[in-house]
């Protein structure tokens, strides 16, 4: 009688045994070799090892275009993000050359006021790349040892992002928020131990210029038993970005010591006051608090300019997801056409240049004109409502935003 040389089991016992030239399997063990086989790298549907490849590279021009859908103004800044992710690009694809010439990353330090568009521009630029892109925050950030986070999370964060696919994360570009949170607390070293400000600083400085890191696969301390994923840094590209809020302080210091000479009047007179972030150098990073080695390996300095009434409004109304055509979807979605008059839209943007929150400040104002619509007039029977600046205003005074 026939039987499985796997399982033991007879002809009887089994729905089908595939008989071979010195013995049988039945379907259960065929299915079993099959998966096995599978697993460790054999047959059609193995798992073949991922890979990295990038698409067409997208020029720096047409990297501006889709930044200029979503994000009004700052010029100057869209072209160095755009030149900046194109040669990264360009990098990437580097073929081997004989004369030596290796081209060197040039990570970006972004410095801009609050509600600038800083971490718009980064999300944004995320959606078109073919590169893994991850945003993350110094805020949490403390020096090894310390309560917090070590600063190779942020490698464990690409990682997630590029499905564990070490080749792509390596690759991949990240943009680190808030890097003026970290800054050095204080100029005397021996008062106390800087553990979230110099300390995560000395501990950015290999990821920024390229070193192999050990990360631990699900983020967390390191411990001794611990298996590690090796990244190397080395074509990782760092985007940083910060407030760096009273830095113009700084740039006014620094102008204004410039006071002797033939030409010094004429020189003072050409400084616009209002816009002194246009100014910032190096410099004026290292007498906020960045130390002069982390600055360094960001060779690249820009600026964002303050918002001012024009742009405002056109951030208000422009962009594909601008904040009056995502209440105009809300309200959409229960039936009912939105609009705001032009009256209502100015004493918005009045309102938010008087807070001096940018454009996040945009967003908030709106949310207390829009509370009680959004409270009441879903449960009417209404097909359209308009917002007037008599109703925002009198919104306003209610929420004491007078």
């Known amino acids: 009688m026939k039987k499985c040389n796997f399982c033991g089991r007879t002809e009887h016992q089994v729905k089908l045994l595939i008989s071979g030239v010195d013995g049988c399997i039945c379907e259960d063990c065929a299915v079993q070799a099959y998966q096995v086989a599978t697993a460790n790298g054999y047959g059609p549907e193995a798992k073949k090892k991922p890979t990295f490849e990038t698409k067409r590279i997208p020029k720096p021009k047409e990297i501006k275009a889709h930044l200029d859908k979503y994000v009004i103004g700052q010029d100057e800044a869209k072209r160095y993000l755009s030149v900046a992710v194109y040669n990264h690009y360009k990098r990437l694809q580097q073929p081997a050359d004989d004369n030596g010439v290796e081209i060197e990353k040039s990570n970006i330090i972004m410095v801009g006021s609050t509600g600038t568009g800083k971490t718009l521009l980064a999300r944004t630029i995320a959606k078109m790349l073919d590169v893994p892109f991850t945003i993350v925050d110094a805020t949490v950030f403390t020096e090894a040892g310390y309560v917090g986070e070590d600063v190779e999370s942020i490698l464990t964060r690409l990682l997630q992002v ?151 409004m056109r951030i208000l109304t422009e962009p594909k997801n601008s904040i009056v055509k995502q209440y105009e979807k809300l309200f959409q979605m229960d039936g009912i056409k939105l609009t705001f008059t032009e009256e209502a839209l100015e004493l918005v943007v009045d309102k938010a240049v008087e807070y001096k929150l940018g454009a996040r400040g945009l967003r908030s104002i709106v949310e207390n004109i829009m509370i009680d619509a959004m409270f009441e007039i879903p449960s009417k029977r209404v097909k359209s409502f308009e917002v007037t600046k008599e109703y925002a205003q009198k919104q306003l005074e209610e929420s004491h935003l007078k």
Do not use: W
């Open 162 to 312: 590029a499905d564990y696919n070490v080749e792509a994360a390596q690759r991949g570009i990240v943009f680190v928020d808030e890097i003026d949170k970290i800054a050095r607390k204080t100029d005397n070293p021996s008062i106390t131990r800087d553990v979230s400000g110099e300390g995560v600083q000395q501990g950015l400085l290999k990821l920024l210029e390229g070193t192999i890191v050990n990360v631990p696969p699900q983020g967390g301390r390191k411990h001794p038993d611990q298996e590690y994923i090796h990244i190397d840094t080395h074509q990782i590209l760092f985007i940083c970005g910060g407030a760096f809020d009273g830095i113009e302080r700084k740039i006014a210091q620094r102008l204004n010591t410039h006071t002797v000479g033939y030409n010094s009047v004429q020189n003072v007179r050409r400084i616009d006051k209002n816009e002194l972030m246009q100014y910032v150098q190096p410099q004026d990073l290292k007498s906020f608090g960045l130390i002069p080695e982390i600055i360094g390996r960001l060779p690249v300095l820009t600026y964002l300019n303050q918002l001012d009434r024009k742009a405002l």
